[in-house]
């Protein structure tokens, strides 16, 4: 399974809350991919899925400020 979640308008914390909540109705092996702006955010959603053990796939410029952070459960 393959989710999107825009957390484009979020600041920090509520961003890695956010995906941490979305991430945890997830199966193991499911994708999500979350929509973020550049900044603390596009810093601190990577680092923390990392620290929480889940495994980054990639990180994607889409358009204008806007990132990609794929996260495999």
Not at 17 to 35: F, N, P, W, Y
Not at 46 to 67: I, S, W
Request: aromatic share 2%; net charge negative; with cysteine.
């Amino acid at each position: 399974m393959n989710k999107v979640l825009d957390i484009t308008k979020e600041h920090c914390p509520m961003t890695f809350v956010k995906t941490k909540i979305e991430l945890s109705k997830l199966q193991a092996g499911d994708t999500l991919e979350v929509l973020l702006s550049e900044g603390e955010s596009l810093d601190n959603v990577p680092r923390n899925a990392r620290e929480q053990g889940y495994n980054v796939l990639g990180v994607e410029h889409v358009e204008g400020t806007t990132h990609k952070v794929i996260i495999q459960k």
